[in-house]
């Protein structure tokens, strides 16, 4: 983006946005967040519960934010959050909420602190009911969009619409993630999602 002063006004003139974010990573350095977060996460599936949860945690503490300050300080939320341990957020109490409010490395937003601890017990539960978290999105799979935003809604905090659709597109419940021409599809398609 090219700013051009005009008087005292500075005028922001945006190029031409990219369709996708295969399209807006394309020409990024390797060393990139994005392009690190493209070619190695975003639309692979994920196996595990706790790093499900640390996607789900992310995809929150993005909302009303961008999402180069969530990859910028992705090592600190998983820092901050007990490397995603599931079992252990879900035992947080007031002193851990305290001691993420002063956390200048992540997100200090009490609602989205208060969501990741009541998802974390919710996983919980979802794992005594049905033996894991991947299990049970795996057994709602076939469900469309606006069925996964409300049993999200129900069963979550803090997951509205977009944040349950990013959730979803970047574990590979959804598609969408790359284009079919991007190098990184034919790698997942590859691996077997």
Known sequence: M?????GFQEVAIEPEKPKSYCEFVENLEKSNVHRIYHDTQYG??????????GRLVLEINQAGLSWT???????NFRKAY???????????????????????????????INAAI????????IQSEHGS???WLDYNHPLQLDEWVELFKRTFKFTGGEITKEFLISTRYLSGAHEKDC????KIIREGP
């Open 2 to 6: 090219r700013l051009w002063e005009i």
């Open 44 to 53: 692979f599936p994920i196996t595990s519960d706790n790093e499900l949860f």
């Open 69 to 75: 300050t969530i990859l910028n300080k992705q090592e």
């Open 82 to 112: 007990s490397e995603f341990d599931v079992k252990k957020v879900a035992r947080f109490n007031n002193k851990n909420i305290e001691k993420l409010l002063s956390d200048s490395g992540i997100i200090r937003n009490k609602l989205k």
């Open 118 to 125: 009541f998802n974390a017990q919710k996983i919980v539960d």
């Open 133 to 135: 978290f991947k299990i």
């Open 183 to 186: 190098p990184i599809f034919s």
